[in-house]
């Protein structure tokens, strides 16, 4: 097995069809299928599954992926020891989810390329913290941008504390801040029953014996604005989606007592690179917000 077996693996597991996989590694297509067949026939077991026009990883190919990209990564490493920076052509991948992404996107990452313009940095977009989870677990990003908690085999590093506020329509009787005991009888966008996050708003909710009306219970975030701009309720969310609800004409509160949560960079049990660990030190350093 050598490097470029480890890039082919790699990219075939990123890309999930063959053709993306050759396009992105500047080979024909077939001949990225024979070099995947040899090293399965070299190895001894199957790395990918067809699945109609893509592939799949094997649970056998998912050992090799993650060993391949820590290989891939450390050969990185050895490359900038010579001259003490990371080397040219390095990638960092963001895991963020949207309601942190703006911050990611017009703070952090301006800040961090200014620093590092050798390095590609690309933003995994994902729907919550599960998929930034499921993103970082998977490899499919070196590091993540979330809210806690997170499941306990992720190391994770404390960056901000984001405000909760209340968005609603325009003309809704609130006064602001809005008294926490004020929800009681609220119509609101929920997350759905059961979801990990709908229990963290029952949890605040039983905390301060109030009982909102769930009018919209959804786990498609892209439509929680949507549903307020409609006049069907209002939504609890953080600070940093204030200025994209303001500029659709929704209103934004605080809330009394404030309620805030702790966002945080996280990122799997294994050594970090150079470039995730400039990253991460940045940020322990910055604000997200």
């Known amino acids: 097995m050598n490097l470029q077996q480890l890039r082919y693996v790699v990219a075939t597991a990123e890309h999930r069809t063959m053709t993306d996989a050759a396009r992105s590694l500047y080979i024909a297509q077939p001949a990225l299928s024979r070099a995947i067949r040899d090293l399965e026939r070299e190895l001894g077991m199957t790395l990918f599954a067809r699945s109609g026009r893509g592939v799949v990883v094997t649970a056998q190919g998912r050992r090799v992926v993650k060993l391949a990209r820590e290989a891939l990564d450390a050969v990185h490493e050895i490359e900038a ?8 052509g390095a990638e960092l991948r963001v895991a963020s989810t949207p309601s ?3 911050g990611l996107a017009g703070r952090l990452l301006p ?10 940095v690309h933003i995994v977009r994902c729907e919550g913290r599960d998929a930034v989870v499921n993103a970082v677990r998977e490899q499919r990003a070196d590091l993540g941008l ?14 901000e504390r984001q405000e909760i506020v209340l968005i609603s329509p325009p003309g809704a009787d609130l006064p602001d801040p809005v008294p926490l005991t004020r929800l009681n009888g609220l119509r ?3 997350p759905a029953p059961g979801s990990p996050r709908r229990r963290e708003f029952d949890h605040i909710f039983a905390t301060y014996g109030v009982r ?10 892209g439509g929680w604005l949507r549903a307020v701009r409609d006049g069907k309720a209002s939504l609890l969310w953080y600070r940093g989606m204030a200025d994209q609800a303001a500029r659709t004409g929704l209103v934004v ?5 404030q309620l805030k949560k702790i ?14 660990q400039d990253f991460l030190t940045m940020a322990e350093g910055g604000s997200a917000a």
């Open 81 to 88: 020891l010579a001259t003490n920076t990371p080397s040219s």
């Open 100 to 102: 942190l992404e703006p």
């Open 111 to 120: 800040a961090y390329v200014a620093e590092h313009p050798d390095v590609r």
């Open 146 to 159: 979330t809210d806690l908690p997170v499941p306990t085999d992720l190391v994770s590093h404390p960056v």
């Open 188 to 190: 609101l966008v929920l």
């Open 212 to 221: 909102p009306i769930p009018a919209v219970e959804s786990d498609e975030r």
């Open 253 to 257: 509160r605080s809330l009394d007592p």
């Open 263 to 276: 966002i945080a960079v996280v990122h799997a049990r294994k050594r970090l690179t150079a470039v995730a």
